[in-house]
T-cell receptor, first 112, second 113 residues
């Protein structure tokens, strides 16, 4: 039973399109995150929600909009995709903000 | 705010050799420390963590790390590596006051036959 699952695993799309990535965790954690990993493997936090409330919002273009319908789900919607958005996006969850993170398997987004 | 430096971006070693991946952190308060491993095309998984107590922490797959408060380091070690240990390794720090985790830039460990 996968602890943190995200879909889809691969996304290939054209510039200018809109896409969404979904994430669900069954660990009972209160905090969920979106991370972006670039081609150099650098991990950058984008957003974090705690009990459906946004608590971390890094300097991310407002084309990126997270949504947390409940504390087990955190989705990421991206408008007007650009070439530079190509990356692997990881969802993660933790019991508390500075605690151990549990990661999903990643969603590889390729913008052509 | 805390920061993490992984001193080596790439570490090539031969199979069965010992390895040490270095991690230094900076923080003005007490910290939690983590090492994660990322195998190709996979997510990150926890290798080991230091929350409190014994400064020598043992993790999965024969890895261990030592928390050194005076040197603000948390180096990862394995006495004998296998080909299957080839992966990207990330050090991360979080402050006990409740800040988010900060990750280092990663160290690519490549184990050669």
């Amino acid at each position: 039973d996968t602890a943190v699952s995200q879909t889809p695993k691969y996304l290939v799309t054209q510039m200018g399109n809109d896409k969404s990535i979904k994430c669900e965790q069954n660990l009972g954690h209160d905090t969920m995150y979106w991370y972006k990993q670039d081609s150099k493997k650098f991990l950058k936090i984008m957003f974090s929600y705690n009990n459906k409330e946004l608590i971390i919002n890094e300097t991310v273009p407002n084309r990126f909009s997270p949504k947390s319908p409940d504390k087990a789900h955190l989705n990421l919607h991206i408008n007007s995709l650009e070439l530079g958005d190509s990356a692997v996006y990881f969802c993660a969850s933790s019991l508390w903000v500075s605690g151990e993170l549990f990661f999903g398997e990643g969603s590889r987004l390729t913008v052509l | 705010a805390q920061s993490v430096t992984q001193l080596d971006s790439q570490v090539p070693v031969f199979e069965e050799a010992p390895v040490e991946l270095r991690c230094n952190y900076s923080s003005s308060v007490s910290v939690y420390l983590f090492w994660y491993v990322q195998y190709p095309n996979q997510g990150l998984q926890l290798l080991l963590k230091y929350l409190s107590g014994s400064t020598l922490v043992k993790g999965i797959n024969g890895f261990e790390a030592e928390f050194n408060k005076s040197q603000t380091s948390f180096h990862l070690r394995k006495p004998s590596v296998h080909i299957s240990d080839t992966a990207e390794y990330f050090c991360a720090v979080g402050e006990t006051s409740g800040s988010r985790l900060t990750f280092g830039e990663g160290t690519q460990l490549t184990v050669n036959p």
